[in-house]
């Protein structure tokens, strides 16, 4: 059993040395490429005389950005990505709370990450490649991390404005990748399609598939995600057999109906995670593509991915999708207010332990006790848990069933209402495509956003009244062309609250 992900990436680069791990548009690298590349790399960091301490990777999108965090690694140390899209603002607020000690960049990028406000050492991946292998020096630091040393660092939105760093442990990573081989038909044949922005959490899924499994990663050009044709032309010509994308992602295909043009021929997994998949979307992809497996997979940052539902082929149904059951090492609990389990059936917070659990947020020990927290269901040791703030209940078959964030229940006409219970109504409305409620907490009133065909409020709340109690209706209903979304394909609820200003 491997400790860390670059045992992986040494038993692939013995096995399979001139196969492809890692392919974009313009380059490729072979595993035995990537592991002599991310030693350079780490040699280069470890010669700092730095170990276990944050480097940032500001690169683009490229295989040269996935083997400089094997690098990173290869130091010693945990990786963590810049987008280098992102607002120099935004940058420089992650950089005082990250306080790392080298950014690792590119030519490209190098005058950009020199005006970045930090107290570290600029180093160019160029320069990085070029440096001697550590040898015997190097092995020794790699042998030293353990499953318990921190892998990578991502910052997420914070409710105080500033970015969350959600460091996750070496040990969230090789549990998931052994799940995933216990429970998929996953082999060195097959080829993941990358979607998802390096510095968003799905990602790893990729990078350590194709590590661990000794098969190729392949990253879809973003842009294709505006043409949808050339999307499944891509993942032809590229082979790709499996995916994890953002519902978002899969939704595009599906309002434009893109399968009635090229369908793909290789897809044999079809993974989501980040956000609800609408059951329309993915009743057209199993249209087309019946005998692919479907996983709808669930987890926050702080647990990566922590339950998972794998549809039964033939399954039925128009009710929402399960988040299924824990993963290998992992249980879910199901809390009340005053910590105390929940009956079967009612709804509660869910709350995560074991091995899915990140370490916590890096440089921010107060809001770690806050989410990370001491079981109420056991006093006699520490055993900790994770408060996700996502209320779900579990089914007549035990499986969870998310309901909606905690954050999005409201108080409105004197009863508690969850927004996420109206969207979920009004996903079944013919025209609408995506939908999102906000609460204007000032005027009182639940407004409703949406994107597909406008439709006449009369109409739309006739439909809704078929499915909701009078309380629960909004009392505005705001048509877009498009609905925004964040930079991770979910819906923009705070710019849509900020829009009806």
């Not at 005006?115 to 440096?131: C, D, K, S, T, W």
């Not at 019946?290 to 039925?316: D, I, K, Q, S, W």
Request: charged share 25%.
């Amino acid at each position: 059993m491997a400790a860390h992900v670059i045992d992986y990436l040494k038993a692939s680069a013995e096995a399979y040395p001139e196969k492809v791990a890692f392919a974009d548009q313009k380059n490729s690298f072979t595993f035995r490429k990537a592991e002599e590349t991310a030693r350079r790399i780490g040699s280069a960091i470890m010669n700092q005389g730095i170990v276990r301490q944050p480097v940032a990777v500001y690169m683009e999108k490229t295989v040269e950005s996935i083997v400089s965090f094997l690098g990173v690694v290869c130091s010693g140390n945990f990786y963590c990505p810049l987008d280098t899209r992102m607002p120099a603002e935004r940058i420089n607020t992650i950089l005082s709370v990250l306080k790392p000690a080298v950014i690792l960049t590119d030519q490209a990028h190098k005058e950009s990450a020199q005006q970045f406000a930090f107290e570290g050492q600029v180093l160019l991946y160029e320069e990085a490649i070029a440096a001697a292998d550590g040898g015997k020096r190097l092995d020794q630091v790699i042998s030293a991390i353990t499953e318990t040393d921190p892998l990578y660092v991502l910052f997420t939105s914070g409710s105080t404005g500033v970015p969350k760093g959600v460091l996750v442990s070496e040990r969230v990573v090789t549990n998931y990748m052994e799940w995933l081989d216990e429970t998929f038909d996953i082999s060195s044949e097959d080829v993941f399609g990358n979607q998802a922005p390096l510095y968003f959490d799905v990602s790893v899924h990729d990078i350590y598939s194709a590590l661990y499994f000794g098969a190729r990663m392949e990253i879809i050009p973003p842009s294709y995600f505006s043409f949808p044709v050339k999307l499944i032309e891509y993942m032809n010509e590229r082979k790709i057999t499996s995916f994890l994308w953002v519902p978002s992602a899969m939704g595009i295909v599906a309002k434009l109906d893109v399968f009635s043009f090229a369908v793909p021929q290789h897809l044999r997994h079809v993974m989501f995670a980040g956000e609800v998949l609408q059951r329309k979307h993915l009743d057209y992809w199993r249209r087309y593509l019946p005998h692919a497996v479907y996983a709808n997979l669930y987890g926050p940052t702080e647990t990566y991915v922590c339950t998972a539902f794998v549809m039964p082929e033939g399954m039925e149904g128009d009710g929402p999708l399960p988040i299924g059951q824990p993963i290998r090492n992992s249980q879910a609990l199901i809390l009340d207010e005053e910590g105390r389990e929940v009956a079967d059936g009612e709804e509660g917070e869910l709350c995560m332990r074991g091995s899915c659990l990140a370490i916590g947020y890096y440089g921010d020990l107060e809001r770690t006790k806050a989410s990370f927290q001491q079981n109420p269901c056991c006093s006699a040791y520490p055993d900790r848990i994770y408060r996700t703030g996502d209320l779900v209940k579990r089914d007549k078959e035990g499986q969870l069933v998310y309901l909606s964030r905690k954050d999005y229940q409201i108080k409105h006409m004197g009863y508690r209402i969850e927004l996420g219970e109206i969207e979920a109504a009004a996903d079944r409305v013919e025209g609408i495509a995506d939908c999102a409620c906000i609460y204007d907490e000032v005027k009182g009133r639940i407004i409703f956003c949406y994107d597909g065909k406008e439709l006449e409020k009369k109409s739309l709340e006739q439909e809704l009244a078929k499915r909701l109690p009078a309380y629960m209706m909004p009392s505005r209903f705001v048509y877009y062309p498009a609905l925004p979304h964040n930079a991770n394909g979910k819906i923009d609820r705070k710019k849509l609250k900020e829009m009806q200003k």
